[in-house]
């Protein structure tokens, strides 16, 4: 016991590792919100009237709303008049040249751990099969393999660069699956979103590689608001990541992202995301506030969404990644592993709401909680009247690794359907003495015998992600396991 | 209707009302918590998917009932019967040996003392107005064979408003089992029964509550509310058979070691029927078991609603929690609402749930097709023995019988 205690001691001590921040001159809006924030974004980022008109019915709607207190979090209240809306760095970046992209930013890429892989992409090495958009602060600065894409037909760049060129696609699009009426968080991402990416796959086609897009907040109390659209046409495939980091710093910053995904006829959009935004030190001062609302819409028949996420970051995690199952045999998937350590609070799970018929839908959710954290699942899982033969399953498991942490489950299940099968299972539990004491009789100490352990729990959900980035999902995982005995 | 409507609303109840028995301070912290809460609307989270602010919001008067003579309608043998009016009126008050049975007054000791009116704004309601307590005190080391029945048969007409209380006290080393029977045919939809019994379970002691809800057009909320010291064990059964609307408010607070107990549901639900059940069971403490199991068939346009939570508090290690519930729709116009929930403070703990919502597996109707029996025998059939889980639990025979035919009578209903 006293061996375990130790090992936990060292996990719950463990620094995080993407805690620096590199000085880039940016060009910043003063701090606080007002209708003339929102009027000198859409100013700066030269947008059209219309989308103008969007942000600000989106603000004075999110004026008329109060914070949501529903989730399983504590937090202090934030106050919104301190947080810089728009932060961009000061030099021009051109896209398509690489040596424009300014030195410290490059490494600032460098830094990033899990960006390793990205850094080759980024410097065009030969075989590489990821394009990549970063987003820095606020701003988009670097869009990779435009060239190869646009072969294809397909559409990948920043969100702003998007308004300027597809105009269309965006007005069509835009929260078509959240819109700015949906929550207190997408008012306000709607109301002052700076950038993001945007996707768009055409008809028939398959996205030769992966697209990827990397998100890092560095100025000091900034917020970032990005958005995020990936459009697939019909018969069309795309496979998505999407990865966080943050500095380290004493006061919380907030993050509050919009993601929507519309899948058409027979299109299918695997969704990855590996969070890891700074949890705050093991006092659980600092780190982000992870606010988020993803959807996708299966719009049409035999249409597919398949979300899957690794979450080890952020102070505050309140995320729910969702699906709307509206075409015919259109199928909804959810992985998600989510490790909580120190004071980390994280509100997480799905909804799959199913509303055509024949509609599938897979929920797999594994917790892990250390330190004084807490874990949550919630879920909804809707099936509508008319949805014939619909199919859920879900299982939510939770594993404690101390006695101060906890793990909680609350599933919605509403079903209105006779001829649908909904089950739903959950189980919470420690690592097994048993399980530890096999590994130990084998020849592997307490601590390789729980990185094991760990890792086969959660390795349902680490093989849905891409094949890169599994690997780098399963070493960050083991890295924040590492001494975690208990 | 504004929050500050239905708070005059409930000020003109309570002032309209005289002859309570809740001592001042338990009336007064009532007062004081529903003036803070109101009644609960859609809004709560507790109430998301059941209106009763429609109940109030149509206007309900306070009635007074007068005793009649009644026998029980449930023919079981062994069975020491209680007869109860609306409001909890009787003077059949059976002596029985190493049994109290009494009406409450303001002195009553345990009576309010669970704390559940300053928690839930229906039991705040019904601590504030309740005219009439009975209390069964099962003394010390008594082994009750026989089972006590508490017969209360519900006549509410428009608009009629009744809170009924019942107080139940299982001493150190005693063992009983209660059956309190809700039953009236002649109610209307826009009545309210607001009913709340107080259990307090001894060390070593066994308690095994039944609850049948049997009320044709009427709607009834109760609440139990259960505090288990510690090597007890503690059994709920609650079938739930017609009624407008239903609400079962069940909270256990295990607040000792080595505590064992089953919570056992099943609801039957036809036409426009609403039936709710909120369990929560509080371990406290290290090495106790919940083990938790409802069922429910819905036909019709009919809504069931599941809201099952364990919370295990961050000291009690080594508990092991289950819950599950499994419903089988039979129509494509009734609705089922499940949310089973686990809060854990604790690691060392085996804690699982499972929800299951489905139809009847076309198979199994099939065989027993293949076997000579029409489809509605197959299906009653089939429907039988998904109750019967639930009903095993049932330890008094007659009891078990009767609930069995009960069953069987809805089904027949539910064909025609």
């Known amino acids: 016991m006293a061996e375990e205690n130790q090992a936990l001691k060292e996990f719950t001590e463990k620094e995080y590792e993407y805690g620096w921040s590199i000085d880039i001159e940016t060009d910043q809006l003063p701090k606080g919100l007002s209708e003339e924030t929102v009027r000198a974004i859409s100013f700066k980022k030269n947008e059209p009237e219309w989308l103008l008109e969007w942000r600000l019915k989106a603000f004075r709607y999110w004026l008329t709303l109060v914070e949501p207190e529903w989730a399983h979090v504590k937090y202090p209240k934030i106050d919104f008049q301190d947080i810089i809306y728009?932060?961009?760095?000061?030099?021009?970046?051109?896209?398509?040249?690489?040596?424009?992209?300014?030195?410290?930013?490059?490494?600032?890429?460098?830094?990033?751990?899990?960006?390793?892989?990205?850094?080759?992409?980024?410097?065009n090495v030969a075989g590489s099969n990821v394009a990549v958009d970063a987003v820095f602060d606020s701003v988009s600065v670097k869009t990779t393999f435009q060239e190869t894409l646009r072969d294809k037909g397909i559409i990948f760049c920043s969100f702003s660069e998007a308004v300027q060129s597809h105009p269309e696609l965006i007005k069509k699009y835009l929260g078509s699956v959240v819109p700015y009426t949906d929550n207190y968080y997408s008012a306000l991402n709607s109301a002052v979103f700076s950038d993001g990416s945007f996707c768009f796959i055409p008809k028939g086609v398959r996205c030769p590689m992966e697209l990827s897009t990397y998100f890092r907040i560095n100025a000091m109390n900034t917020g970032q608001f990005e958005r995020t659209l990936v459009v697939a046409d019909e018969d069309s495939y795309c496979s998505y990541l999407e990865g966080c980091t943050a500095p380290q710093r004493d006061e919380n910053q907030l993050h509050a992202a919009v993601v929507e995904l519309v899948s058409m006829k027979g299109a299918e959009i695997k969704y990855s995301t590996v969070q890891n935004w700074y949890p705050g030190d093991k006092n659980g001062k600092g780190g982000i506030y992870n606010f988020v609302t993803k959807r996708g819409i299966c719009a049409g028949a035999y249409s597919k969404i398949s979300w899957t996420q690794v979450e080890t970051g952020s102070a505050v995690t309140w995320k729910y990644p969702s699906c709307i199952l509206k075409g015919d045999n259109s199928i909804g998937e959810f992985y998600s592993v989510a490790v909580t350590n120190n004071y980390q609070q994280a509100d997480t799970g799905t909804k799959m709401i199913h509303l055509g018929k024949n509609t599938k839908s897979t929920i797999i959710s594994k917790g892990i909680s250390a330190g004084h954290s807490n874990n949550s699942y919630r879920g909804l899982v809707k099936i509508g009247k008319n949805a014939t033969n619909a199919r859920n399953f879900s299982q939510c498991d939770s594993l404690l690794l101390s006695s101060t942490s906890g793990a909680h489950t609350f599933p919605y299940i509403e079903c209105g359907n006779k001829t649908a099968k909904v089950e739903h299972e959950a189980t919470t539990s420690k690592v097994g003495e048993d399980q530890i004491f096999y590994c130990n009789q084998r020849g592997l100490d307490t601590e390789q015998a729980i990185g094991l352990i760990v890792n086969g729990y959660c390795k349902e959900v680490l093989n849905k992600l891409p094949m890169e980035f599994a690997v780098e999902a399963q070493k960050l995982l083991a890295v924040s396991l590492e001494g975690s005995v208990g | 209707m504004s929050e500050i409507a239905t708070k005059s609303i409930l000020t003109e109840l309570v002032s309209g009302v005289e002859g309570q028995v809740a001592s001042c301070k338990l009336s007064q912290e009532s007062e004081a918590f529903l003036a803070e809460t109101g009644i609960p609307s859609k809004r709560h989270e507790n109430w998301k998917y059941t209106n009763i602010k429609r109940l109030f919001d149509n206007g309900l008067t306070v009635v007074k009932s007068a005793f009649s003579e009644q026998t029980s309608v449930l023919k079981l043998t062994n069975t020491i019967s209680i007869g109860l009016t609306n409001d909890a009126v009787t003077n059949q008050l059976p002596s029985i040996d190493g049994v109290e049975v009494f009406m409450a007054d303001d002195k009553t000791e345990l009576l309010g003392s669970t704390g559940i009116h300053q928690k839930e704004e229906l039991a705040a309601l019904n601590t504030a107005l309740f005219?009439?307590?009975?209390?069964?005190?099962?003394?010390?080391?008594?082994?009750?064979?026989?089972?006590?029945?508490?017969?209360?048969?519900?006549?509410?007409?428009?608009?009629?408003?009744?809170?009924?209380?019942?107080?139940?006290?299982?001493?150190?080393?005693?063992?009983?089992?209660?059956?309190?029977?809700?039953?009236?045919?002649?109610?209307?939809?826009?009545?309210?029964?607001?009913?709340?019994?107080?259990?307090?379970?001894?060390?070593?002691?066994?308690?095994?509550?039944?609850?049948?809800?049997?009320?044709?057009?009427?709607?009834?909320?109760?609440?139990?509310?259960?505090?288990?010291?510690?090597?007890?064990?503690?059994?709920?059964?609650?079938?739930?058979?017609?009624?407008?609307?239903?609400?079962?408010?069940?909270?256990?607070?295990?607040?000792?070691e080595n505590i064992e107990t089953h919570l056992n549901g099943f609801y039957m639900l036809n036409s426009t029927e609403l039936f709710d059940n909120h369990t929560h069971v509080d371990h406290f403490e290290p090495n106790c078991t919940s083990n938790e199991t409802y069922r429910g068939i819905l036909a019709g346009r009919s809504t069931g609603v599941f809201n099952g939570k364990v919370f295990v508090h961050p000291d009690a290690q080594k508990t092991n929690g289950y819950q599950s519930n499994n419903n089988i729709l039979l129509s494509d116009e009734?609705?089922?609402?499940?949310?089973?929930?686990?809060?854990?403070?604790?690691?060392?703990?085996?804690?699982?749930?499972?929800?299951?919502?489905?139809?009847?597996?076309?198979?199994?109707?099939?065989?027993?097709r293949a076997r000579g029996l029409d489809e509605f025998g197959a299906t009653a059939l089939l429907l039988t023995a998904f109750a019967g889980d639930v009903l095993k639990a049932v330890s008094n025979e007659t009891l078990r019988a009767t609930l069995e035919q009960k069953i069987q009578d809805k089904l027949n209903s539910m064909r025609a």
């Open chain 1, 86 to 123: 728009y932060s961009a760095p000061k030099k021009k970046v051109e896209l398509g040249s690489l040596d424009e992209v300014d030195a410290d930013m490059l490494e600032t890429f460098k830094k990033l751990g899990i960006s390793l892989e990205e850094q080759k992409r980024l410097m």
């Open chain 2, 131 to 256: 005219q009439n307590a009975l209390v069964i005190r099962v003394k010390k080391g008594t082994n009750l064979s026989s089972t006590i029945l508490l017969d209360q048969k519900v006549e509410l007409k428009d608009n009629a408003f009744a809170n009924s209380r019942v107080l139940i006290i299982v001493e150190d080393g005693a063992t009983a089992t209660f059956l309190h029977h809700f039953h009236g045919t002649e109610n209307s939809d826009s009545s309210l029964l607001n009913h709340v019994t107080e259990v307090f379970v001894g060390q070593n002691a066994r308690l095994e509550l039944n609850y049948i809800q049997e009320i044709g057009e009427g709607n009834l909320m109760t609440t139990t509310e259960v505090e288990c010291q510690r090597d007890s064990n503690f059994t709920t059964n609650c079938i739930q058979l017609n009624g407008k609307l239903l609400r079962n408010n069940l909270n256990i607070r295990l607040k000792g």
């Open chain 2, 334 to 368: 009734a609705t089922m609402n499940s949310k089973p929930e686990l809060e854990i403070y604790a690691d060392d703990v085996k804690c699982s749930h499972g929800s299951t919502t489905g139809q009847l597996d076309e198979e199994a109707v099939f065989y027993l």
